[in-house]
């Protein structure tokens, strides 16, 4: 019910909730922060496990879009990963042999 009635309000404290700046879907509702490098920004330290806030990564994203991008692309670097954009498994060919 609350968060029918007031969905920013009830958005900021689920933000504040997770334990991230209860600011946050603010900046997501009037679309201030650009969405693929964030979101890039905030997988890339999942995945090797480096410790931050989202809410830095917005401001990484937002004030430095280029450095934040390049920051990305070292990571990957430094650890030879190669970038994986789709999870999908290897299709079995008739023979049963991986395409």
């Not at 969905?7 to 997501?28: Q, S």
């Not at 991008?69 to 070292?74: L, P, T, V």
């Not at 970038?83 to 498994?89: E, F, G, K, Q, S």
Request: glycine residues 6%; proline residues 6%; positive net charge.
């Amino acid at each position: 019910c609350f968060s029918f009635w007031c969905f920013p309000c009830f958005a900021c404290k689920t933000t504040r909730d997770y334990g991230e700046c209860l600011c946050l879907p603010i900046l997501d509702m009037f679309n201030c922060i650009p969405p693929v490098g964030l979101s890039l920004r905030v997988g890339t330290r999942q995945r090797y496990g480096i410790h931050d806030t989202v809410c830095n990564d917005c401001l990484y994203s937002f004030f430095c879009y280029s450095c934040s991008w390049c920051q990305i692309a070292r990571e990957m670097k430094i650890r030879n990963a190669p970038v994986v954009l789709n999870h999908a498994l290897p299709r079995a060919t008739a023979m049963g042999h991986q395409s």
